[in-house]
């Protein structure tokens, strides 16, 4: 296992524990000289707070742990790829390389559907996309496949089941 899995693995686990608790499975950790500084996950739902990304939650506590705003020595993995606020925040927190798992074709901004790295910004990390991407994906997928069948089972249920009433 290469080190960009070891701590995929680690933001996959963190993902998990966001889709046991509902919310979509997004995890991410921060790693400074080899070391996590930083975890996040998913909290949206939970905290009804559209702040509360996985890349946020980790830039936060390793900015706590480390003593200041500039991560320049840290690198950040993430099983989904930032979404546009995700990514400012990776800029202003001079993540020095971004390692992200799926790609995302609805708000991903580091290349998928826009690229804000290529802006011209006063910061650009390295960008390694893939890191155990099909696991990642496997893990969403899997995630809204559960919620679309709890959903159709919830419609039938307030609808009395499907059955003709008379």
Known sequence: MTEAEKYMKAALRLAKKAADEGEVPVGCVVVCDGVIVGRGRNRREGKKDALCHAELEAIHKACRKLGGWRLHRCDLYVTLEPCPMCTGAIINARIRTLYYGAPDPKAGSCGTLTDLFSVGYNHRPEVVAGVLGDECAEQLR?????????????????????????
């Open 142 to 166: 899997a995630f809204f496949r559960a919620l679309r069948a709890r959903k159709r089972a919830e419609k039938q249920a307030l609808s009395g089941g499907g059955e003709a009433r008379g």
